[in-house]
């Protein structure tokens, strides 16, 4: 049998190989769910004995300098979240509030829309904007961010570290909006739900009714507990760094 004839066989044996050695790629099942989105940031590390005090500045004209004596006067460190039309309405204040060095400030979106109802595109705009003006009033980009009514979605949380921002909620509710909510209640509110790693949400723009009035026991009520106040910031970076031992008692 001459060498030609031997061609065809070989091709048919070589091509056989190759299709037994390839496999389709591998497609992921109906039903796998998608990867789930960079962490939503509630609290600190349950196993240190900190706390951050934060408070939501909303579009809503207002500002409670009385909230920033009391927290100057007893020299406690606060994160502000600040939104756009708020600092543009405040400028002063904004200043203010940049002025103390154990106050940090985070956004809070420019005219506080639900962002579980936004669009990329208008997620971008509210972060831009508001980004913008805060570098521009304080000389220095924003890290925090926190969304409105603290409404969000997996794909909003994805966004907000895209841009640069770090989503932060709270674990503890002042309900400082509510009118009917005395000093004395919101105090006492406060200080039984408060934990290591909390994050406390209270306003500065003129939504908190009695705030003013409930800060100077919540802040004494708190360190007799043995809590130390910090930053949010001051706050993710102790619990990124904490390196507790497995079943050590938290310290309280």
């Known amino acids: 049998m001459s060498q030609h004839r031997f061609l065809p066989l070989i091709a048919i044996a070589l091509a056989t190989l190759l299709l037994l050695a390839w496999s389709p790629p591998k497609r992921p099942a109906p039903d796998q769910k998608p990867a789930p989105p960079p962490p939503l940031i509630i609290h600190g590390s349950r196993m240190l004995p900190e706390v951050a005090l934060t408070f939501d500045a909303c579009p809503a004209v207002g500002y ?90 997996s794909q909003a949380i994805r966004e907000v570290y895209r841009m640069g921002l770090t989503p932060i909620e709270w674990d503890v509710v002042s309900a400082d909006p509510v009118p009917s909510l005395s000093a004395n209640v919101m105090t006492k509110r406060v200080l039984a739900a408060a934990q290591n790693g909390s994050i406390i949400i209270m306003h500065v723009n003129g939504r908190g009714w009695h705030t003013a009035q409930a800060l100077p026991g919540i802040i004494a009520g708190l360190r007799a507990r043995g809590f130390r106040l910090v930053t949010v910031s001051h706050l993710l970076a102790d619990s990124a760094s904490s390196s507790q031992a497995d079943g050590e008692k938290p310290k309280r």
């Open 64 to 153: 409670d300098a009385a909230i920033v004596h009391v927290l100057t006067e007893t020299q406690t460190p606060a994160t502000f979240f600040l939104s756009g039309r708020w600092m543009q309405g405040h400028v002063t204040a904004t200043k203010t509030l940049v002025s103390m060095p154990y106050f940090e400030l985070g956004e809070h979106s420019w005219s506080h829309p639900d962002f579980s109802r936004l669009g990329l595109a208008r997620m971008d705009d509210e972060i831009t904007r508001t980004e913008k003006l805060l570098t521009q009033l304080s000389g220095r980009r924003g890290t925090l961010f926190r969304f409105p009514y603290g409404s969000y979605t």
